[in-house]
């Protein structure tokens, strides 16, 4: 046999050798490796569902807080929303002229309902753009749809002034 032949022969047993070893000891060594791992997050995961589960009912008090403050507790949306427009006049430049009947539509197709709020407001630009900011952004009731600013004039004094007729919809 030549020299040739017994390196061939030499690498050719490396080979089998090394697939037999990785086949019985190493492919087995790392899927216990990936199973020990995987163990291994669940037991953090568990572990730490006492922790996420104090950070949620602080959340849940926080947004009871929240919901406190923005006054949107009780049944009646239409009475919190006026409310939230008395108390928002209280401290801004404007006032509550109008305050329609809201408009309920039922899709019988989906039936979603929709509930559109109609009311005017009176005052300078700045505070009553101020109002419709707060309105969509801090409190939740819903989404100002429409907005229209008038300014009309009060000809027995002369004066002008600005109202704002704003469309507020919520979605059932």
């Known amino acids: 046999m030549t020299q040739k032949n017994k390196n061939i022969i030499l690498i050719i047993g490396l080979l089998l050798v090394t697939f037999i070893a990785y086949r019985y000891s190493i492919s087995k060594t790392i899927t216990v490796n990936h199973?020990?791992?995987t163990l291994e997050k669940q037991k953090d995961a568990y572990e730490s569902a006492p922790t996420q589960l104090a950070a949620l009912?602080?959340?849940e008090k926080q947004l009871d807080e929240i919901l406190k403050?923005?006054?949107?507790e009780g049944n009646s949306l239409q009475n919190n929303l006026l409310k939230t427009l008395n108390t928002l006049s209280s401290t801004s430049n404007f006032t509550i002229i109008a305050f329609e009947e809201p408009h309920v539509y039922k899709d019988e197709g989906s039936q979603k309902t929709s509930t559109t709020y109609n009311f005017t407001l009176q005052g300078e630009y700045t505070s009553l753009i101020k109002v419709i900011y707060a309105?969509?952004?801090t409190y939740s009731f819903g989404n100002i749809i429409h907005s229209n600013f008038e300014k009309k004039k009060n000809f027995r004094t002369g004066k002008s002034y600005l109202q704002c007729t704003v469309l507020l919809q919520r979605l059932n």
Do not use: P
């Not at 403050?69 to 949107?72: G, L, M, R, S, T």
């Open 57 to 59: 009912s602080n959340k």
């Open 69 to 72: 403050k923005n006054n949107v």
């Open 35 to 37: 199973q020990v791992s």
């Open 135 to 137: 309105l969509e952004q």
